[in-house]
């Protein structure tokens, strides 16, 4: 099955720098790949996907980029800001193939803003 | 803006108890998941329903562990007995259905098992 590693474990940034959280998954076959942010007592909140058709992907201050040929991707966080400080989640998934679509996560990042 | 819905939010059992958790999801979302998530760690798929048939169920412990979703739309997960290692936050997520991808967590249930 999916593995999927995640690092760094823990993340401290000064507000206003950048953070990156980098993945890696086994499965050459799996071709969706989502962020999720979980603050304390919540669940995951999906905050941005790539799909394996593409290389970049971009929503305001949030960025993933996807390398299929290394089996990696990485979430790209610019100005940072307090309320970034959470858990973040990467997952890979086989999409929509179906009865194929769980999601295998990654250990997690806690990103601390620092103010 | 649309959500999944879980209760309780919080159960505190003894071990050897019932417990049973229940989930909402998205309205016209066909596909729905339940998760486990240990402290620490990402969650883990117990079991996926469409409509109301069971797609996948390999990772759920059959021994104690039941889910349903008679009417292809709430879901109610069942732990009988539970044992100590069951405490975790259960979660459940919805999706729109084949041919999608996005997947919509709820703020899941936080089981405390002494």
């Known amino acids: 099955g999916e593995n999927v590693e995640q690092h760094p474990s823990t993340l401290s940034v000064q507000e206003g720098d950048s953070a990156v959280i980098k993945c890696t998954y086994s499965d050459s076959a799996s071709n969706y790949f989502p962020w999720y942010k979980q603050e304390l007592g919540k669940g995951p909140q999906l905050i941005i996907d790539?799909?394996?058709?593409?290389g970049e992907k971009k929503d305001q201050r949030i960025a993933v980029t996807l390398n299929k040929t290394a089996k990696h991707f990485s979430l790209h966080i610019t100005e940072t800001q307090p309320e970034d400080s959470a858990v973040y989640f990467c997952?890979?998934?086989?999409?929509?193939?179906?009865?194929?679509?769980?999601?295998?996560f990654g250990t997690g990042t806690r990103l601390t803003i620092i103010p | 803006e649309a959500e999944v819905a879980q209760s309780p939010r919080y159960k505190i059992t003894e071990k050897s108890q019932a417990v049973a958790f229940w989930c909402d999801p998205i309205?016209?979302?066909?596909?729905l998941y339940w998760y486990r998530q240990i402290l620490g760690q990402g969650p883990e798929l117990l079991v996926q329903f469409q409509d109301e048939s069971v797609v996948d169920d390999s990772q759920l412990p059959k021994d104690r562990f039941s889910a349903e979703r008679l009417k292809g739309v709430d879901s109610t997960l069942k732990i009988q007995p539970a044992e100590l290692g069951d405490s975790a936050m259960y979660l459940c997520?919805?999706?729109?259905?084949?041919?999608?991808?996005?997947?919509?967590f709820g703020p899941g249930t936080r089981l405390t098992v002494t």
């Open positions: 997520a919805s999706s729109f259905g084949p041919d999608t991808y996005e997947q919509y």
């Open positions: 997952a890979a998934s086989r999409g929509a193939d179906f009865g194929n679509e769980k999601l295998t």
């Open positions: 309205s016209g979302h066909a596909t």
């Open positions: 790539i799909r394996s058709n593409v």
